[in-house]
C-alpha cells in the first residue's frame, strides 16, 4: 500500500517551479494548475514580512513564493513518513492535503498577522470562503483528486471534525516541526541576508515517523527542535520584531483602529485585497487625516521610538493600555501633555505598540534510544516550560512611537510624571 501511495507522489511529476531556496519543485499537471488560477496568483502581490523591507531591503519575498516552499517541503515529508513508517493515509488525504499546504495563505490580506488584535476574521477561514466560492480552485481541487472540504478542514481549525486523516495532516501543517515554520524561518533569514533563521531542513525531514498514532521525530534530531526554537527567538527579535519594523506596523495599526473606530472602513474592506490594493487607501479617503500614516509608512517616513521598556504584567502603563481599543484614552493624554511642547503634534500620532504573547511550541515527541516516545519537553534539558516563558518575556517591550522632531527628553518627562 505504501509503494503505491508513494508513487502518486513522484508519478508524472513533470512540471517544476525553481525556488532560490528548495531549487527545483516538482509539480503534477493538475497540482501545477492549482497555482496557476487567479486566486493563487494573487499571493504574489502580498509581501510575506510585510514592512520588514524597511529595514532588511531584500525582505520583498511574497506569500506565493513561501507557499510553493510550504508545499515543496509537505510532499518531502510524506515521503518520508511512507517509506519509513505506515500512516493511515489515502490518494484522497494525500493530494488534499499538498493542496491544502498550497492554498492555506490563500486568505492573506496585508498585515493580516499584525492586525490580530483588532476585530478581524482569520486569514485561515477567509482562505476557506475563497476555497468553496472559486469555480477555477474547485475545478483545479477536482482535477488533483482532493476533497474540498478535506482541504478546508486541513486549514481552518476552527472547523469540527473527527476524521483521523485529516488531524495528522492538520498537526503535520502546524506543529513544532510543520512545513510552515520550516520555510518561512529559513525563506526570511534568506531574504533578509541574516543568518538566525536557516534550518536543517534534511535532517529534520529524514527524522520523522509516525508511530502510535503520533508525528514523532527521532532522538538524532532532537537540536534540531531546539534550533528551531532559538532561531524563533532570533528572528523575532532582530527581524520580525525590530524596532523599526515595529513602527511600520503600530502606524499602520493606528490608522486602521481610527478608520474601523470611525466608520470610514469596514473590517471586510480589508479582506481579499493585496499590496497595490492596500496602498490606494489613502487616495481612496482623502479627507480622512490619520490614512496619512499610511502613506508615510509605505514612504519609509517611519516614527522614531521615543520610550521603551520591558513588558510587565502589571505595569501602569501596560494596564492602562492593555486594550488596544481603549488605548487611545492613553495615548490621548499623553498627546494632551506633549502638544503643550509641540502645537503641530496630531491626535494620531502618538502610539502606544504593545506585542502580543509569543508561543514557542514545542509539542513534538521524541523516540528515544530505548524506543520509548516521550514528549519533547520532558526530554530536552535546556527547552523546558519555564525557559520558553523566559524567551517569550524577553522579546516583549513596550514602545511609544512619535514623529521624529518631539524628542526623548519631552517624552520622558511625560512618562515619568504619568506613569
Not at 92 to 115: T, V, W
Not at 121 to 140: C, F, R
Not at 389 to 406: A, G
Amino acid at each position: 500500500m505504501n509503494s503505491q501511495l508513494l508513487n502518486l507522489l513522484f508519478e508524472d511529476f513533470d512540471y517544476f517551479v525553481t525556488d532560490p531556496l528548495w531549487g527545483d519543485i516538482p509539480f503534477n499537471k493538475a497540482l501545477y494548475s492549482l497555482i496557476k488560477t487567479k486566486a493563487y496568483q494573487k499571493l504574489n502581490r502580498i509581501k510575506q514580512n510585510g514592512p520588514t523591507y524597511h529595514v532588511y531591503p531584500g525582505a520583498v519575498h511574497t506569500r506565493y513564493n513561501h507557499s510553493l516552499g510550504v508545499y515543496n517541503l509537505a510532499r518531502e515529508i510524506l515521503i518520508t513518513l511512507l517509506k519509513h513508517s505506515a500512516p493511515p493515509f489515502s490518494k484522497k488525504g494525500i493530494f488534499s492535503f499538498l493542496s491544502a499546504c498550497l492554498l492555506h495563505d490563500l486568505g492573506h490580506f496585508p498585515y493580516a498577522h499584525s492586525l490580530k488584535e483588532l476585530s478581524i476574521a482569520e486569514h485561515e477561514y477567509l482562505a476557506t470562503i475563497i476555497i468553496k466560492s472559486d469555480e477555477d480552485i474547485l475545478k483545479a481541487l477536482a482535477s488533483i483528486g482532493a476533497e474540498t472540504e478535506m482541504v478546508c478542514a486541513i486549514i481552518d481549525t476552527d472547523i469540527i471534525t473527527k476524521d483521523e486523516e485529516t488531524l495528522i495532516y492538520r498537526k503535520l501543517l502546524s506543529g513544532s516541526l510543520d512545513p510552515d515554520k520550516l520555510d518561512y524561518l529559513s525563506r526570511d533569514a534568506f531574504f533578509a541576508g541574516v543568518p538566525y533563521g536557516t534550518q536543517e531542513t534534511d535532517k529534520v525531514l529524514h527524522s520523522l515517523l509516525y508511530k502510535k498514532d503520533n508525528i514523532i521525530i527521532r532522538h538524532n534530531a532532537l537540536s534540531c527542535v531546539e534550533h528551531i526554537l532559538f532561531s524563533k527567538y532570533l528572528m523575532y527579535k532582530n527581524v520580525y520584531w525590530h524596532q523599526e519594523t515595529r513602527s511600520a506596523t503600530a502606524m499602520v495599526k493606528k490608522a486602521l483602529l481610527e478608520a474601523l473606530t470611525n466608520s470610514v472602513i469596514k473590517e471586510s474592506d480589508l479582506y481579499f485585497i493585496d499590496d497595490e490594493e492596500f496602498a490606494q487607501l489613502p487616495k481612496l479617503y482623502p479627507d480622512f487625516a490619520p490614512f496619512e500614516l499610511i502613506s508615510d509608512e509605505i514612504n519609509g517616513a517611519l516614527f522614531k521610538c521615543r520610550f521603551e521598556k520591558d513588558y510587565e504584567d502589571k505595569g501602569k502603563l501596560e494596564t492602562l493600555s492593555k486594550e488596544i481599543y481603549s488605548r487611545h484614552k492613553t495615548e490621548h493624554k499623553i498627546y494632551e501633555k506633549l502638544k503643550l511642547e509641540y502645537s503641530w503634534l496630531k491626535p494620531y500620532q502618538v502610539i502606544i505598540d504593545i506585542p502580543e504573547p509569543i508561543k514557542f511550541e514545542s509539542d513534538i515527541n521524541v523516540l528515544t534510544q530505548d524506543n520509548e516516545i516521550i514528549p519533547f519537553d520532558q526530554i530536552d534539558p535546556i527547552f523546558n516550560k519555564e525557559f520558553k516563558n523566559l524567551f517569550s518575556k524577553s522579546l516583549r517591550k513596550v514602545r511609544i512611537f512619535t514623529p521624529e522632531r518631539v524628542s526623548h527628553t519631552a517624552m520622558e518627562k511625560v512618562i515619568a510624571d504619568e506613569y
